[in-house]
C-alpha cells in the first residue's frame, strides 16, 4: 500500500488498524491499493475507518455455525429466507459503510437485510450499530465470546432485546447451546433433533 495513504493519526489493535479523519474519497483510494487483499475488510463512519486482518479461523468457523443454525431454523420453521451474505452496505450521503459478516432477508428479497450476522473477535473505532442504524437495518445480532446480543431498531434508535422480533418462536437458549458447539456438524445435528422434538406450539 502507498504509505501516503496511511498520513492520519493511526491506532492500532490486535487484527484491526483504525484510521481517523479518512475523506471519503481517501477511503476510495485505500480500498483500491487493498483490492488483491480480497479477505481485507473496511468499515467507516464519518472519517474514522476499521481496516481489518485477514479473518481468523475463529471468526469464520463462528459465522458458518450460526448462519448453518439459522438456515436449519428457517427450513425448519417454513420460513421463506434470502441467505445475502457480506454485500456492503450503506453510501457515501449516509456517511458509512460496512459489510456484514452474514446477512439474511426474510419472505422477499429486499435492498436492505432483515437481519445482520456480526461476530465480534476483535473491535476497533467504527461505531457498528451507527452505520446499521444509518443503513435502517430492522435487527442486528452480534456473537462475542460466546453469547449473543440482539439489537431491534425501534424509532430510529437501537434497543436490545431479549428475542427476535422477525423470528419471535426461536429458541435463544438452544440456539446459542448449539453455536457454542465446537464440532460445525454435531451442532447442526443437535439443533436440529431439538427442533424437531419440541412440542408444537399451539
Known amino acids: 500500500m502507498n504509505p501516503q495513504l496511511l498520513d492520519k493519526p493511526v491506532s492500532e489493535?490486535?487484527?484491526?488498524?483504525?484510521?481517523?479523519?479518512?475523506?471519503?474519497?481517501?477511503?476510495?483510494?485505500i480500498e483500491a491499493a487493498l483490492e488483491d487483499f480480497p479477505n481485507v475488510r473496511l468499515a467507516y463512519l464519518?472519517?474514522?475507518l476499521d481496516i481489518m486482518s485477514p479473518l481468523s479461523e475463529e471468526h469464520e468457523d463462528c459465522k458458518s455455525t450460526i448462519s448453518l443454525l439459522l438456515l436449519a431454523y428457517f427450513q425448519h420453521a417454513n420460513i421463506r429466507?434470502?441467505?445475502?451474505?457480506?454485500?456492503?452496505?450503506?453510501?457515501?450521503?449516509?456517511?458509512?459503510?460496512?459489510e456484514p459478516d452474514e446477512s439474511f432477508n426474510l419472505e422477499t428479497k429486499k435492498e436492505i437485510p432483515d437481519i445482520v450476522i456480526e461476530v465480534v473477535v476483535t473491535s476497533?473505532?467504527?461505531?457498528?450499530?451507527?452505520i446499521y442504524r444509518r443503513v435502517k437495518v430492522p435487527e442486528v445480532w452480534f456473537w462475542r465470546k460466546g453469547k449473543l446480543a440482539l439489537y431491534r431498531l425501534?424509532?430510529?434508535?437501537?434497543?436490545?432485546?431479549?428475542?427476535?422480533?422477525?423470528?419471535?418462536?426461536?429458541?435463544l437458549t438452544?440456539?446459542?447451546?448449539?453455536?457454542?458447539i465446537p464440532d460445525q456438524y454435531d451442532a447442526v445435528v443437535e439443533f436440529r433433533n431439538a427442533l424437531r422434538d419440541r412440542p408444537e406450539q399451539a
Open 13 to 29: 489493535s490486535n487484527q484491526c488498524l483504525t484510521l481517523y479523519d479518512v475523506s471519503w474519497e481517501k477511503l476510495e483510494a
Open 46 to 48: 464519518y472519517g474514522t
Open 81 to 98: 429466507f434470502y441467505k445475502r451474505g457480506s454485500k456492503t452496505l450503506g453510501s457515501i450521503q449516509l456517511g458509512g459503510r460496512k
Open 124 to 130: 476497533g473505532g467504527v461505531n457498528t450499530l451507527e
Open 154 to 171: 425501534q424509532d430510529e434508535e437501537y434497543k436490545q432485546v431479549d428475542r427476535s422480533e422477525l423470528l419471535p418462536d426461536l429458541d
Open 174 to 180: 438452544l440456539f446459542v447451546r448449539c453455536a457454542n
